[in-house]
């Protein structure tokens, strides 16, 4: 009888998994739709075929599913880079690896990168909730990570000795973000002048590049 209890409520919170990650699958798609602000608790109800009583059970407020979708987001880009940091090369090819791999990111999932950069500003960054936190170790760890690349290659020779590894990887990760997140405005600016994303991507490549290595390309020295 025990068991049977127990494989019952083990059923029950399969049930109630399947059920939450639904609800978060159409208020990502609403999200992604109509951005932040414009999104109702209705809309995701109705989107997700449930009455707002049951919404309001899984997800106390909007905030909250708005995390619960950011998360989903932030853990690919987490993913990515773990699998950069263990690429066998040495530490300047694993943050250049890195950078690749956040543009890649912002390509391939767009959307998630644009509610990643969102939930970044003043007004999600005192929240409670539990995926917020998750948010914040996941986003904490890639930071991390980067330090540990940049600290491999000042030991390895491949970055230079002069610098702080942690200020550095502020650096690098305000300005790829804010390259691939750019205001309307600068991307009209460049596409009058003919500089794709990519080819923008690339240029700040080969400015940073100085910066790491004082190397004039992205390869080996001359």
Not at 69 to 80: A, D, M
Not at 157 to 172: F, N, Q, W
Not at 189 to 201: D, M, P
Not at 203 to 221: C, I, K, V, Y
Request: charged residues 30%; negative net charge; contains cysteine.
């Amino acid at each position: 009888m025990g068991e049977l209890t127990m494989s019952n409520i083990s059923r029950r919170e399969r049930e109630k998994q399947k059920r939450r990650q639904e609800i978060i699958d159409a208020a990502e798609k609403v999200f992604f739709a109509k951005g932040y602000d414009k999104v109702t608790m209705d809309e995701i109800a109705q989107k997700a075929e449930v009455n707002k009583a049951l919404l309001y059970y899984y997800f106390k407020n909007k905030e909250t599913l708005f995390f619960a979708v950011n998360l989903q987001g932030v853990r690919i880009l987490h993913e990515i880079y773990v699998r950069c940091f263990n690429i066998d090369t040495d530490g300047y090819g694993k943050v250049k690896v890195m950078l690749q791999g956040l543009f890649d990111f912002s390509r391939e999932y767009p959307e998630y990168f644009r509610i990643y950069c969102y939930s970044g500003t003043e007004r999600f960054q005192m929240s409670d909730n539990e995926d917020a936190h998750e948010i914040v170790d996941l986003s904490t760890g890639m930071w991390r990570i980067m330090v540990e690349a940049i600290l491999e290659g000042i030991a390895d020779g491949t970055i230079r000795k002069d610098l702080d590894p942690v200020e550095m990887s502020i650096y690098l990760n305000i300005m790829a973000t804010n390259a691939l997140n750019l205001d309307f405005s600068f991307q009209m600016v460049l596409e009058a002048r003919g500089i794709s994303r990519e080819k923008y991507w690339e240029d700040l490549l080969s400015f940073l590049n100085p910066a790491l290595t004082q190397r004039s390309a992205w390869g080996p020295e001359k």
